[in-house]
Structure formats: C-alpha cells, structure tokens
C-alpha cells in the first residue's frame, strides 16, 4: 500500500502563483510514475502531470504546458507541482496519483490522495 498526502492548495488571484506538494509513504518503490490530476465542478478528473519516478521524464496536459513544473525529492518522498501564472480556469482539487505507468487514463493509477483545492479568482 501507499499513502499519498496532498498539502498547499489555497486561493490566489488570477496570475498568481502556488505550489502542492504529495507526501508519499509505504510501498513506494512498487510505483514508478507519479501524477496529478485535477477535477473541476461538474466535470471529469483530468491528467495535469506526471513524472517518473526513477528517471526525469515528464509530461504535461497541453492546457498546462509552459505554467506548471512538475519535480520529486526522491530522499524525502515527495511530489511536488509547481504551478504559475494560474487562470480561473485552474480552479479544482488536485489529486496525486502513483502507478506504474505515466498515462492520462486515470485506471492506471493503484494510489490515490485526498486532493488539495486549489481556487483562482478573476
């Protein structure tokens, strides 16, 4: 089993910036690719994205690209996604997510956390 803990969601101003991070523990090393989802009201959950976990390959939804970062602290278990110039539209809880294999298809994913809202007003 793993345990993922989202931290550092919030509300900020349409341009502002924020990080979440993703306490991982238990049995990580039987995951190999770490993500983010989020899910607006009244609409599906979404990849934003991932990473894997033994290398520095990393993707992102296109509606992210060139905003968000996404890293780890492999030494103290950590997901990190470092998100910039934040739109109304980011408005959602954002979920981490640990599997074996980085896709957008949410199945892929074994582990799932509580989810971190994040809130982005005009």
């Known amino acids: 089993q793993v345990q993922l803990v989202e931290s550092g969601g919030g509300s900020v101003q349409a341009g502002g910036s924020l990080r979440l991070s993703c306490a991982a523990s238990?049995?990580?090393?039987?995951?190999?690719?770490m993500a983010w989802f989020r899910q607006a009201p009244g609409k599906e959950r979404e990849g934003v994205a991932a990473?894997?976990?033994?290398?520095?390959?990393?993707y992102y939804a296109d509606s992210v690209k060139g905003r968000f970062t996404i890293s780890q602290d492999n030494a103290k278990n950590t997901l990190y996604l470092q998100m910039y110039s934040l739109k109304p539209e980011d408005t959602a809880m954002y979920y981490c997510?640990?599997?074996?294999?980085?896709?957008?298809?949410?199945?892929?994913?074994?582990?799932w956390g509580q989810g971190t809202q994040v809130t982005v007003s005009s």
């Open positions: 238990g049995a990580t090393d039987s995951t190999y690719c």
């Open positions: 997510a640990a599997g074996k294999v980085c896709t957008w298809d949410q199945r892929s994913y074994n582990y």
């Open positions: 990473i894997y976990t033994r290398g520095t390959s990393t």
